[in-house]
């Protein structure tokens, strides 16, 4: 062999050998510089870079829980909380969708500190009564009503609010007693306004 490849071969295994010893050197600390030890008396190292944790990366993650619906008759403008995600909505009324039937209107605030997903708000109900007995009004297409858009297309932001319309195939006559379910929570009482 060359004698300067000989050169690099032992540099290389002796840079190999001190990451060795270091590593060894800082397993073998005493328990009282780190302040832990382990089961069998033997210090325990902790890791101190940037990657989460199992339940730091379960926490970057916005949380979608089904629960039992709140039901509110609160549809003077004031925020109700979702019991089950970091959600609050605002009741903005009801209008008259330009192809026919009746188009929905919440505010939706993101209370959390990461991007709601568009699945979060799960696909919303309106139920009406109509001859004392309730019916569920067929949802429609923002094409099909006359509008820009339904729903929401692209997530929502950490402490963004935005507008959500719904279109449903039912007359805002026939909303005089109604309820609306959007997320965990049901909007109940006149959504004719």
Known sequence: MAPHKMTLRKRVTALALACVTAASLVACGDSKSTGESGADGESVITPTTGVATPSEAADAEFQINQVQ?????????????????????????????????????????????????????????????????QEEAASKSAEAAGIPQTGLDMQLGPGATTNV????????????KAEFTIGNVTFSGNLNN
């Open 165 to 176: 319309h719904y279109a449903f195939d039912v007359t805002t006559g026939n909303l005089w």
């Open 69 to 133: 619906p709140l039901v509110t008759d609160e549809l003077g403008g004031e925020r109700v909380d979702d019991p089950g995600m970091k959600l609050s909505y605002t009741w903005q009324g009801t209008d008259y969708a330009p192809m026919g039937g009746s188009v929905v209107t919440v505010a939706v605030t993101n209370n959390d500190e990461v991007p709601m997903p568009v699945e979060a708000l799960g696909t919303p109900v309106l139920k009406f009564t109509r001859n004392s007995s």
